[in-house]
Each structure stands twice: as C-alpha cells, then as structure tokens.
C-alpha cells in the first residue's frame, strides 16, 4: 500500500485548504483511513478519520465543525476539507491506513499501519 498525501500550502487564518491523499496498492474500498498532523517539537496526534463507506467520521474536538473528512472509494482517494483555518492548525499533515481488523482506538497512532509522506499546512495570523 502506498499513500500520496498533497494539497497542502500557506494560507491566512480564516482560510480553507482540502488535503488529498491517493491510495494505491491493496483494496482501498475496504479500509479506514485518517488524516493525523504533527506540529514542530509536538507529537503526531489524530485529526479525523472515515470508514470504509464514509458513513461514519470521526474528529478530534479541535477540527469539529471546521474541517471534513471524505472519501471517494472509486478514485482510491480520501480528502480533508479545512475550513477557518487558525495558526494552530499549521503542522505537517499525514494520511494514513488503519490496520486491517485493529482493535485499537481509531484515534491512536498505533492503530495505523501504512502513511504518506506529509504535506505542509502553514496558517499565518
């Protein structure tokens, strides 16, 4: 499985950016898939994951009502919608795969097996 994360930029606080992620490689349709960022000197911490059918979401409290996960299982692409962007947003942004029949938390780094490489969300003020 391989994961191409892009969309990201600089943009003011206010601003929207919509993160992309394409999947190659295994059965995309039938994986969890969620977007984590990692801000400097911070660790990687969750921000929204999707299920397979994209029925279910899920936020960290900081994002909601802000930012929106989505999938579209025939272009093996899942996306992040960010809206009123704020400084403390800016971080590097991962997709990444949960692990196939995990019984982790969604919310956990650990849960999740295959990333993409990052890409720079920078908010100014």
């Known amino acids: 499985v391989q994961l191409q994360a892009s969309g990201g930029g600089s943009v003011q606080a206010g601003g929207s950016l919509r993160l992309s992620c394409a999947a190659s490689?295994?059965?995309?349709?039938?994986?969890?898939m969620g977007w984590f960022r990692q801000a400097p000197g911070k660790e990687r911490e969750f921000v929204a994951a999707?299920?397979?059918?994209?029925?279910?979401?899920y936020y960290v409290d900081s994002v909601k009502g802000r930012f929106t996960i989505s999938r579209d299982n025939a272009k093996n692409t899942v996306y992040l919608q960010m809206n009123s962007l704020k400084p403390e947003d800016t971080a590097v942004y991962y997709c990444?795969?949960?692990?196939?029949?995990?019984?982790?938390?969604?919310?956990?780094?650990?849960?999740?097996?295959?990333w993409g490489q990052g890409t720079l969300v920078t908010v100014s003020s």
């Open positions: 999707i299920n397979w059918s994209g029925s279910s979401t």
């Open positions: 490689g295994g059965t995309f349709s039938s994986y969890v």
């Open positions: 990444a795969r949960r692990t196939p029949y995990s019984s982790g938390s969604y919310y956990s780094v650990g849960s999740y097996d295959y």
